[in-house]
């Protein structure tokens, strides 16, 4: 079996064509994602995951973002809508991070069920005043301890239901004020302030097994390249954060960063990410960032291998118990 490329790509819609067979067969990315246009029903997402591990000849990953909120892939009526994490965390107060358990344990229940085993969740990133409104309702709090608690408890509840969990945004996304979707975020906060806020609530979590990168530019740190393009960045996760888990970057199509799409990866991979992450199916582009990533060697694949390894079956679930101890916790409101 080949060597897999040190890339996560997405295809284009709700089955997987002969030629896109044919095309992840010789590509032979480490694993896939998964977005709304490729969700219909459970027996189609079931025979679309299936399919991709066929493709690749393994037991591929297969990613997703269902974090709730404006951000979930799967949806009512055949899904459960989820609020904003944070609104969750605001109505269950103190209960907070076991009732975001609960949440994330009953996701993955549904995840698991049609053949996704990883989920691009929990974030640790800090709410701040500044947070863009992208983004400040799919955190967890306004301090680093609260945020690293929550975030456990939500791994812990994936981890129960089989699914593995990708942290991010590494090094902490909270202090960005535009949309790193459309434009590229600058913080000018002072070190000191990064150290003891936005990186604090990640260090606890370095144990997860696998991380995304924020497509942000921290002045204090490295003010001419993102973070998913700067080894000083980099240096940092892997040192001071002490993240050791595998290191995607986030979608390179995003328009936070600079260059062609092929130069994006190569830069990403120069930078220190194990593995590039390319969501948006489009053939041309995932051909030029296949040509530009290389494949999982050395530390990386080591990291990949130990992801692998960390996948299980889930845990039984009452389903159930679950919804009731979620609903008294929130008392009574769980879905939007």
Request: aromatic letters at 4%.
């Amino acid at each position: 079996m080949s060597t897999p490329a040190a890339a996560i790509l997405g295809c284009a819609g709700t089955t997987l064509t002969r030629d896109e067979g044919r095309f992840f067969a010789d590509a032979q990315p480490w694993g896939y994602i998964l977005f709304a246009r490729n969700i219909d029903t459970p027996d189609q997402v079931r025979a679309l995951t299936a399919d991709l591990r066929d493709a690749a000849g393994r037991d591929a990953p297969i990613l997703i973002d269902q974090e709730g909120g404006r951000v979930q892939r799967m949806l009512g009526p055949l899904w459960r809508d989820w609020r904003p994490a944070l609104d969750h965390v605001r109505m269950a107060g103190e209960n907070a991070a076991r009732a975001m358990y609960l949440r994330a344990r009953l996701i993955a229940h549904e995840l698991y069920a049609i053949g996704i085993d990883a989920n691009c969740t929990p974030l640790a990133d800090v709410a701040q005043g500044e947070t863009h409104p992208f983004l400040l309702n799919r955190l967890y709090g306004d301090t680093p301890d609260t945020v690293a608690a929550i975030a456990r408890a939500v791994a812990e509840g994936q981890g129960e239901g089989g699914v593995l969990s990708v942290l991010k945004h590494l090094p902490g996304h909270g202090r960005a004020t535009v949309d790193s979707h459309l434009d590229l975020p600058r913080v000018t906060a002072p070190r000191a302030d990064l150290d003891a806020v936005d990186f604090a609530a990640f260090a606890p979590l370095a144990d997860l097994p696998m991380g995304m990168t924020a497509h942000i530019v921290f002045d204090a740190i490295d003010p001419d390249r993102p973070a998913t393009l700067s080894p000083q960045v980099i240096g940092l996760i892997r040192h001071q954060i002490g993240f050791d888990g595998l290191l995607m970057t986030d979608d390179l199509s995003m328009q936070a960063l600079p260059g062609p799409i092929g130069d994006r990866a190569a830069r990403a991979i120069a930078a220190g990410c194990d593995i590039v992450l390319h969501c948006n199916g489009d053939r041309a582009e995932m051909t030029e960032v296949l040509e530009n990533c290389g494949t999982l060697d050395g530390p990386a694949a080591s990291r990949a291998g130990a992801v692998l390894a960390a996948r299980r079956a889930p845990a039984p679930l009452d389903i159930d118990a679950a919804e009731r101890d979620l609903a008294s916790l929130l008392s009574g409101a769980v879905y939007v």
